[in-house]
């Protein structure tokens, strides 16, 4: 065992000695080391045109969409896939048998779905960036071109008549989500 004397142990002698000075390794460096904890809580933007943005950049916006699209698709495809493992269990199953099905059957409904919905993410973002900037202002008929043209590419594999119906599912669903956007902002304080 190591000497407690060399590590700073239990030594009750050394407990009780407080005119020992501690060892400050910044002492002898002459840098105000304290400043470089004391961070600003504000932004710091490079160029001041970034200051007065109030949208986040199209770089910003296709990680955002992306990213959320399939967190949210991957968690609720697990939990489709666990209710669906569940469902099918079998009376003389073991255990080891139950939670291989649940870890599978989650693991690939999380995982398509979770694809899926990040794939309409990208194309989405992609798309209100384009829109923003060909247009060169930011209001509603971007998101809903957005929505429209979103739908409208992922199911073009499947034909005209399918690519119209999800580009219009798409445009009333970003439709119905900027006049919901709109009303919050109405009616609830913040």
Same mark, same amino acid.
């Given at each position: 065992?190591?000497?407690?004397?060399?590590?700073?142990?239990?030594?009750?002698d050394?407990?009780?000695?407080?005119s020992?000075?501690l060892y400050n390794?910044?002492?002898?460096l002459?840098i105000?080391?304290?400043?470089l904890?004391d961070?600003?809580?504000?932004?710091?933007? @490079?160029?001041?045109?970034?200051?007065?943005?109030?949208?986040r950049?199209?770089?910003?916006?296709?990680t955002?969409?992306?990213?959320?699209?399939y @967190?949210?698709?991957?968690?609720?495809?697990?939990? @489709?896939?666990?209710?669906?493992?569940?469902?099918?269990?079998?009376?003389?199953?073991?255990?080891k048998?139950?939670?291989n099905?649940?870890?599978?059957?989650?693991?690939?409904?999380?995982r398509?779905?979770g694809?899926?919905?990040?794939?309409?993410?990208?194309?989405?973002?992609?798309?209100?960036?384009?829109?923003?900037?060909a247009?060169?202002?930011?209001?509603?008929?971007?998101?809903?071109?957005?929505? @429209?043209?979103?739908?409208?590419?992922?199911?073009?594999a499947?034909?005209?008549?399918?690519?119209?119906?999800?580009?219009?599912?798409?445009?009333?669903?970003v439709?119905?989500?900027?006049?919901?956007k709109q009303?919050?902002?109405?009616?609830?304080?913040?």
């Amino acid at each position: 065992m190591a000497d407690p004397r060399i590590y700073g142990g239990d030594d009750p002698d050394r407990r009780q000695d407080s005119s020992r000075r501690l060892y400050n390794p910044y002492q002898d460096l002459q840098i105000p080391y304290r400043t470089l904890y004391d961070l600003p809580t504000s932004p710091e933007f @490079l160029f001041q045109e970034e200051s007065v943005a109030q949208r986040r950049s199209w770089g910003e916006n296709l990680t955002y969409y992306t990213g959320i699209g399939y @967190l949210t698709g991957a968690v609720a495809g697990a939990s @489709l896939g666990f209710h669906r493992a569940l469902r099918a269990a079998e009376p003389g199953d073991t255990l080891k048998i139950r939670v291989n099905r649940i870890l599978n059957s989650s693991g690939q409904d999380g995982r398509r779905i979770g694809n899926r919905l990040g794939v309409l993410g990208l194309l989405y973002a992609g798309m209100e960036s384009g829109m923003v900037a060909a247009r060169d202002t930011d209001d509603w008929i971007n998101s809903v071109t957005a929505g @429209l043209g979103t739908g409208v590419l992922f199911k073009a594999a499947n034909g005209p008549r399918s690519a119209a119906v999800a580009g219009a599912i798409g445009g009333l669903m970003v439709g119905a989500a900027v006049a919901g956007k709109q009303m919050l902002k109405r009616y609830v304080p913040i």
